[in-house]
């Protein structure tokens, strides 16, 4: 046994002269970088370098977890551009340290391999990764509004190539260990009972013979394939290089749009070090960190990090704890789009079975094609094994009656929007299912209350709200009544966890929060539509702004019939502030539902390539030429103000709990952009008070629509801001 003075590294030498250094922070589950990580690798190469091993291997002693990358909450902390690059500069120092190391150190991964934790690996002489689901291996630090800055940025390309490095640092991607040992970032892959024996052994091979080079970018092989060639030529002359990084730089932006700093840095950086070497590489990596660090982009982000985990331990259950039930079957009603995707989720990733029901065979059959064609796109992209998506399909049991529903635990109904119809099948469950079933409807607009009104237990009864497509979309927004029990919440917040979503819990009302505050927002885009305003411009302002597509977009792939008919209970409930907006019941006459029928505000005639051109007919319809030039600043402005607006009347109102919630559920929810943090986060970035100013030029332009809600004038008189002090 080597002695270290630490209480994050245990050393243990095997018997074959193997220094085994398992990393354990103590108190944790996962081990994650914090501020003292460098000092502890330093005393790790210190002991290293005094007791001179054979070999070492880097391991980890938690169970399931390599490095999961950097504690945020340590970022947060930074002050100054220069604090958050010499955090950067004294991390690369010590990585420097492993790999320069005259005793080859070889990383045994068994589990998220994330962020620094990836860097420490590649700064090791091989990396050996186990066969198991749960080993990842990525920089996600993009995703985060930062970059790798413990040389991540130069190593990563050296190793994998130039266009599979950016790829991983662009997008934040996560590959599994065969992935990853298809492209060269990790050297063999193992079963975890076997990938410190197989590390160690990869150690003594290297410290008893020549070090094997890295794949570097200047190393000519014999064995290249055209496309490793190709790469090589287009990264080793000034003219390649430079159309390789401007097609890169032309699709990030088309994506983008220039909101997101990060990217860009890392094309920057990763080009430095190409042409300049790796010395400026590092150094270039580091200035880019700190400033990075300090941005508006990269705080909203770590915040919106920082409040996703906090989600994950929150029960749903206000003042006071209550134990969630076991959930080992479902049962779903509705074999459409939504209840196929809930019947997925719950199977693939909750691994509970479904019963699926709906009212004859033919709905059946398209509910249950549409999970396999779910599990099939998975299986092509290598997500899923065969014998994992054999078992989705045999635990997804389909039926036109109740049989079967006496053993679920929760009834999810995704049926048609009509108050009768949900209360039919709730009276249907409750004389059919188990006798404590929970029923949960996924209603986006109607009261939870109104339909368990036909319920002899109301207080089993709650909203689960999921966003199409349903295995794509993180959120879930569970709505809860006065009657609701507390169990019921839990028990229901901790199966939405299983499905691997975002959970947020709302007070019950109509629309709930997302579909409340969607419904202004939406709104205002047919009012500009309305007065004249093109709609690919009014599209492109909110896409420019930072939603993933335009409000007119969304309309026709929601359904502008839905839209009309939520729009219209909206009105009903909420009066002026929701009013339809003129032409909305013309489209409707005209039967402009949208994708679904091809005849919306887009052309779905399958004759265009790329984007879809505009159904100028749309015009004529709502008697409007689009002549009206407003600015794309304007355009978005008045879109997202109504958003922001209706989230504080629903702080107010006591519908959301906290604000938090707020941010994240029009984050994930809505495609609220990212960067700004969230509705609460976007206006303390502004000023309450100047936010209340632009409402009211607003609402003497327009009417009542744009009335500031009273918490948000309220809060401008005494200058408060949402979230507290800045940060």
């Known amino acids: 046994m080597t002695s270290l003075d630490s209480n994050v590294f245990r050393l243990e030498t095997r018997a074959d002269g193997v220094l085994v250094a398992l990393l354990d922070m103590p108190g944790e589950s996962?081990?994650?970088?914090?501020?003292?990580?460098?000092?502890?690798?330093?005393e790790l190469c210190d002991a290293v370098?005094?007791?001179?091993?054979?070999?070492?291997?880097?391991?980890?002693?938690?169970?399931?977890?390599?490095?999961?990358?950097?504690?945020?909450?340590?970022l947060r902390g930074v002050e100054t551009e220069e604090q958050a690059a010499e955090l950067s500069r004294t991390g690369q120092r010590v990585l420097s340290r492993i790999e320069r190391s005259s005793v080859p150190m070889v990383a045994a991964i068994?589990?998220?391999?994330?962020?620094?934790?990836?860097?420490?690996?590649?700064?090791?002489?091989?990396?050996?990764?186990?066969?198991?689901?749960?080993?990842?291996?990525?920089?996600?630090?993009?995703?985060?509004?930062?970059?790798?800055?413990?040389?991540?940025?130069?190593?990563?390309?050296?190793?994998?190539?130039?266009?599979?490095?950016?790829?991983?640092?662009?997008?934040?991607?996560?590959?599994d260990a065969r992935r990853a040992e298809r492209i060269g970032l990790v050297d063999e892959t193992v079963p975890p009972a076997i990938v410190v024996d197989v590390a160690a052994s990869r150690a003594l091979a290297l410290a008893s013979g020549p070090r094997q080079k890295k794949h570097g970018l200047g190393a000519w092989k014999s064995w290249f394939d055209a496309e490793e060639l190709t790469e090589l030529a287009l990264a080793d002359n000034p003219l390649g290089r430079k159309v390789l990084f401007d097609q890169a730089r032309k699709r990030l932006h088309a994506r983008t749009h220039g909101n997101y700093p990060a990217p860009d840095r890392i094309l920057d950086v990763v080009k430095l070090g190409l042409e300049r070497g790796e010395e400026q590489g590092?150094?270039?990596?580091?200035?880019?960190?700190?400033?990075?660090?300090?941005?508006?982009?990269?705080?909203?982000?770590?915040?919106?990090?920082?409040?996703?985990?906090?989600?994950?331990?929150?029960?749903?259950?206000?003042?006071?704890?209550?134990?969630?039930?076991?959930?080992?079957?479902?049962?779903?009603?509705?074999?459409?789009?939504?209840?196929?995707?809930?019947?997925?989720?719950?199977?693939?990733?909750?691994?509970v079975s479904v019963r699926l029901k709906d009212r004859d065979t033919e709905s059946l059959r398209r509910g249950l094609s549409y999970v396999r064609k779910?599990?099939?796109?998975?299986?092509?992209?290598?997500?899923?094994?065969?014998?994992?998506?054999?078992?989705?399909?045999?635990?997804?049991?389909?039926?036109?009656?109740?049989?079967?529903?006496?053993?679920?635990?929760?009834?999810?109904?995704?049926?048609?929007?009509?108050?009768?119809?949900?209360?039919?099948?709730?009276?249907?469950?409750?004389?059919?299912g188990h006798k404590e079933a929970i029923f949960a409807s996924n209603t986006s607009s109607i009261p939870i209350a109104r339909i368990a009104e036909a319920a002899k237990h109301p207080e089993r009864v709650i909203g689960m709200h999921y966003f199409s497509p349903v295995h794509k979309m993180p959120l879930l927004e569970v709505i809860v009544t006065d009657k609701t029990a507390a169990w019921v919440t839990a028990t229901v917040v901790a199966f939405g966890k299983r499905q691997q979503k975002t959970v947020i819990v709302v007070r019950d009302g109509v629309g709930f929060y997302t579909s409340r505050v969607l419904a202004p927002y939406m709104n205002e885009a047919a009012f500009l539509l309305a007065e004249g305003v093109d709609i690919k411009k009014i599209?492109?302002?909110?896409?420019?702004?930072?939603?993933?597509?335009?409000?007119?977009?969304?309309?026709?792939?929601?359904?502008?019939?839905?839209?009309?008919?939520?729009?219209?209970?909206?009105?009903?409930?909420?009066?002026?502030?929701?009013?339809?907006?003129?032409?909305?019941?013309?489209?409707?006459?005209?039967?402009?539902?949208?994708?679904?029928?091809?005849?919306?505000?887009?052309?779905?005639?399958?004759?265009?390539?790329?984007?879809?051109?505009?159904?100028?007919?749309?015009?004529?319809?709502?008697?409007?030429r689009p002549e009206l030039e407003k600015t794309p600043s304007e355009i978005a402005q008045r879109c997202v103000l109504q958003m922001v607006n209706e989230a504080v009347h629903c702080l107010g109102d006591g519908v959301l709990r906290n604000v938090r919630d707020g941010d994240i559920g029009a984050v994930f929810g809505l495609g609220f952009p990212a960067f700004l943090g969230g509705p609460f986060r976007y206006v303390d970035s502004i000023g309450v008070a100047e936010v209340l100013r632009r409402l009211e030029r607003y609402e003497r332009q327009f009417g009542s629509r744009f009335r500031p809600a009273p918490l948000l004038v309220q809060m401008a008189e005494r200058g408060e801001r949402f979230h507290g002090a800045a940060g």
């Open 30 to 42: 996962v081990n994650t970088l914090r501020g003292d990580f460098a000092t502890r690798f330093d």
């Open 539 to 624: 599209d492109e302002a909110l896409v420019h702004f930072g939603f993933p597509v335009g409000p007119l977009t969304l309309l026709d792939e929601v359904g502008i019939d839905v839209g009309h008919k939520v729009g219209s209970i909206m009105q009903e409930a909420f009066g002026e502030r929701m009013q339809l907006p003129p032409g909305m019941a013309e489209l409707y006459a005209d039967k402009r539902f949208g994708r679904k029928n091809q005849r919306g505000f887009y052309r779905y005639d399958g004759k265009h390539k790329g984007e879809k051109p505009v159904d100028t007919g749309v015009y004529a319809t709502l008697g409007v």
């Open 110 to 175: 068994h589990g998220a391999c994330l962020g620094g934790g990836l860097e420490i690996a590649l700064a090791c002489h091989a990396r050996v990764a186990s066969l198991h689901a749960k080993t990842k291996l990525g920089l996600p630090e993009v995703q985060l509004g930062l970059l790798p800055g413990l040389g991540g940025t130069q190593r990563l390309p050296r190793l994998v190539g130039v266009q599979a490095a950016l790829d991983l640092m662009l997008t934040g991607r996560q590959l």
């Open 374 to 432: 779910i599990v099939d796109e998975r299986g092509d992209r290598r997500r899923t094994r065969p014998w994992e998506r054999e078992r989705v399909m045999r635990h997804v049991a389909p039926t036109t009656d109740y049989s079967g529903f006496r053993d679920a635990a929760i009834v999810i109904e995704a049926v048609f929007e009509d108050l009768e119809l949900k209360q039919n099948v709730l009276r249907d469950v409750e004389a059919h």
């Open 49 to 74: 370098e005094a007791s001179a091993p054979k070999a070492v291997v880097i391991a980890s002693a938690k169970r399931g977890s390599f490095i999961a990358g950097a504690d945020v909450k340590l």
């Open 282 to 351: 590092y150094a270039a990596e580091a200035r880019a960190f700190g400033a990075l660090a300090m941005s508006s982009q990269a705080r909203e982000l770590m915040y919106l990090f920082i409040a996703t985990n906090e989600l994950k331990k929150d029960s749903g259950v206000s003042g006071g704890e209550a134990e969630a039930r076991a959930v080992n079957k479902v049962g779903v009603l509705g074999a459409g789009l939504m209840g196929a995707g809930i019947a997925y989720v719950s199977v693939a990733e909750a691994h």
